[in-house]
């Protein structure tokens, strides 16, 4: 997935595409497909709050295991791939 710059110090990308330790901020939710966004919310996935992957299933790397807030949850990533994240930088 194409990653663009943000006016902030990460970069916006989708959060289907990260591997395993890779952490950062939700940026929202963005499918075009109410249900679904509305089912991410109330799991968690709302703008401004945490991140983690976990883990991933091996060997298709779906689903995905991600810590959001103090929940952790298994996600499918076709679900993950409506969600825009920002990504910690790595120093």
């Known amino acids: 997935m194409p990653q ?12 289907a595409g990260l591997p395993k330790g890779a952490s950062g901020v939700v940026q929202g939710v963005r499918d075009g497909n109410g249900a679904l966004e509305n089912r991410l919310a ?21 689903p995905i295991v991600v810590q959001i807030g103090t929940t952790t949850l298994a996600l499918r990533r076709r679900e993950a791939a409506a969600v825009a ?3 910690d930088r790595r120093v």
């Open 42 to 62: 109330e799991l968690g996935f709302v703008v401004g709050e945490r991140f983690q992957v976990v883990a991933e299933a091996w060997p298709s790397r779906d």
């Open 85 to 87: 994240v920002e990504l």
């Open 4 to 15: 663009s710059m943000l006016s902030g110090s990460g970069v916006e990308t989708r959060l």
